[in-house]
């Protein structure tokens, strides 16, 4: 194992910037280390694979070393790289949520929605995603306690941004690590973006797992977009009055005249000013990046389209 101190998220607990398409904090997994088999939280894309072994590599760790993955959901930048890495290594168990793990056993159906949204850049952003053997899934539902990695781990059922979303609380660190469910955060950056994209998003459960997530008491969330956050209770109220003011946007634009596609380009527009207004540059392209931002007003539409009866 490595001795180098940089990207410690905790003891034994290191952050790994994959680095996606080129670009620094976009988008992060997470790796527990121990000598008696070590863990990765949401590995990530396929597409990034390569930068993920060597950032294992520098600190000593081999993918024959990993015994586990926990996905936090099944969403390509979180999972993308597991059956991969599940074939390099049929050792691995794969933690996922129960409503998840049909789709990585056989992700058809998940990576024909995703090309109709990615269409011929899905390969350039995600890779293949393969298929993890049933053998190897650890089917989740919430409420577990799981020993990997020399630690206690927590787990809880917070849908909201997916429905098939879990977050995990280390119990002796008391970090607790969140996928999307609180937002984007780069830097600490005092800004906090929301990912909404469809089919899941459902404001009443979301607000439920911020409510467990708030009771675990964490000292520092991690963020799959990205890395620690600092906090947490601003954290997450800055992500739920995110939510409101972005679904209010979406709910005055569906009753305004145009289409679903000038809709959502006017809510792109929106969020591409206030993220200028607020961060440089440089900043605000990684936001729009690494939130998917494209995508928020579409899942926000489909939500309200049910919760509200809008047309």
């Known amino acids: 194992m490595s001795t180098d101190t940089s990207n410690l998220v905790s003891a034994n607990t290191r952050l790994i910037d994959l680095e996606h398409l080129g670009t620094s904090e976009i988008i992060a997994s997470c790796l527990f280390e121990n000598p008696m088999g070590s863990t990765l939280i949401d590995p990530g894309p396929a597409s990034t694979i390569k930068i993920l072994q060597k950032k294992l590599d520098e600190h000593g760790v081999q993918i024959s070393d990993l015994t586990s993955i926990l996905l936090t959901h099944i969403h390509l930048d979180h999972a993308g790289a597991t059956g991969k890495l599940v074939q390099l290594n049929p050792n691995i168990k794969v933690y996922v949520h129960e409503r998840g793990a049909l789709h990585m056993i056989n992700p058809e159906r998940l990576v024909r929605s995703a090309t109709r949204l990615y269409g011929t850049h899905m390969d350039r952003l995600w890779g293949s995603f393969l298929s993890v053997p049933p053998e190897n899934i650890q089917t989740l539902s919430g409420g577990e306690t799981l020993k990997l990695s020399g630690r206690i781990i927590e ?14 609380l280390d119990t002796e660190s008391g970090v607790a690590f969140v996928g999307d469910t609180c937002g984007i955060r780069i830097s600490n950056l005092p800004y906090v973006l929301p990912a909404t994209p469809p089919p899941d998003i459902n404001l009443e459960l979301w607000k439920d797992s911020l409510s467990k997530i708030s009771k675990w008491r964490p000292v520092r969330l991690f963020l799959t977009h990205f890395g620690p956050a600092d906090g947490v ?3 997450i109220t800055k992500l739920w009055d995110a939510l409101q003011e972005r679904t209010n946007a979406v ?3 569906l009753q305004t005249e145009g289409t679903d596609s000038e809709r959502s380009k006017e809510y792109v527009r929106q969020i591409a000013s206030d993220l200028r207004h607020h961060l440089s540059e440089d900043e605000a392209k990684r936001f729009e990046v690494g939130s998917g931002v494209h995508m928020g007003w579409a899942g926000l539409a489909r939500y309200l389209r049910k919760s509200d009866n809008l047309e």
Not at 155 to 168: L, R
């Open 155 to 168: 787990v809880a059922y917070t849908p909201g941004h997916a429905s098939h979303h879990v977050s995990y």
């Open 233 to 235: 209770l601003d954290q």
């Open 251 to 253: 709910r005055q634009s």
